[in-house]
């Protein structure tokens, strides 16, 4: 696959600046560094970005996720690897990432269970990282990054 254009990111200084200060927002608000990380490959699966997928999984591995873990994460619901406060995130990720799929894009029974697990700040960093990662993959994926 060849790049439509030069991903506008790398060219545009002014529109990284924003996006890496977007993610450090987030990742400075006290959400675990592994649901983060979690979040941006999950996002990434279900928008089809071959780069922040590989680049995510990569970064989960290095800090040690398991094989089980990584392979299972699109099928999380049926799993036991995930921790109650994870899947709470992952079902929050995928709600606001698939905003059009449904009338009621992100059901209070979701950011309820988020919000059980998380508090105010880490709700905003959640928030945050779903947003962050979200446009990365639009970028990403709109000009056919390899």
């Known amino acids: 696959m060849e790049p439509r ?3 506008p990111v790398m060219t545009n200084p002014r529109a990284m600046k924003g996006l890496q200060m977007l993610a450090s927002a987030a990742k400075d608000a006290g959400l675990p560094h592994t649901t983060a990380l979690l979040v941006e490959l999950r996002a990434s699966q279900i928008n089809g970005c071959s780069v922040c997928v590989d680049m995510h999984s990569r970064e989960l591995r290095a800090e040690g996720e398991s094989d089980a873990r990584l392979m299972t994460l699109a099928a999380w619901r049926e799993t036991p690897y995930f921790s109650d406060a994870e899947r709470a ?5 995928e709600a606001a990432t698939r905003l ?7 059901p209070d029974e979701i950011w ?3 919000a059980r697990h998380y508090d105010d700040q880490q709700l905003g960093a959640l928030v945050l990282e779903i947003a962050s990662i979200n446009a990365w993959n639009r970028i990403n994926v709109i000009t056919r990054q390899p």
């Not at 059009?100 to 894009?105: F, G, K, R, T």
């Open 89 to 93: 995130a992952l079902a929050l990720t």
């Open 5 to 7: 254009i030069e991903n």
């Open 112 to 114: 309820d269970e988020a």
């Open 100 to 106: 059009a799929d449904s009338q009621d894009a992100v």
